[in-house]
């Protein structure tokens, strides 16, 4: 239900803009944003999503909760069969949370369209974006957490 989720940024993802949400994970619970995260990793392409889906693997179930990170995926652009059918159960196997966006509105509040292509790890303080870093790797990903 789309109505239960939403994004509000006021600047997008850019420092100084203050960013709030709440986004479902891949079982449909709905997180949102708090004064503890520190981190978002945000993917809006698949090669991306892949990376950072590879490089979590490897790591412990509470690996993004310990680093105050969330990891938020955009799939509004996948067609539904292929969202439902592929993408959804893949997630599904993954012991940590995703953070999906459906909704290519909300998607375009926290993308910057310049740099989809490549990994957005922000820094936040209270909500606000203190950095943005655009990165292509996985040991860059970790340099940023």
Known sequence: DATKYSTTATDGINIGSKISFTLPDQFGKAHSLTDDTK???????KA????????LKTK???????????????????????RNTFALPDFKKSNYSVLLIYDGEIAKQLKNASQADKIAVATLESGVVKDIKFVT???EVVAEL
């Open 137 to 139: 790797t996985a040991q």
């Open 48 to 55: 991306t999503g892949h990376t950072v889906k590879e490089f």
């Open 60 to 82: 412990n179930s509470d690996y993004l909760s310990k680093k105050n990170a969330l990891f938020i995926a955009d799939i509004s652009h996948m067609p539904t069969v292929i």
């Open 39 to 45: 981190k978002l990793i945000l993917v809006f392409a």
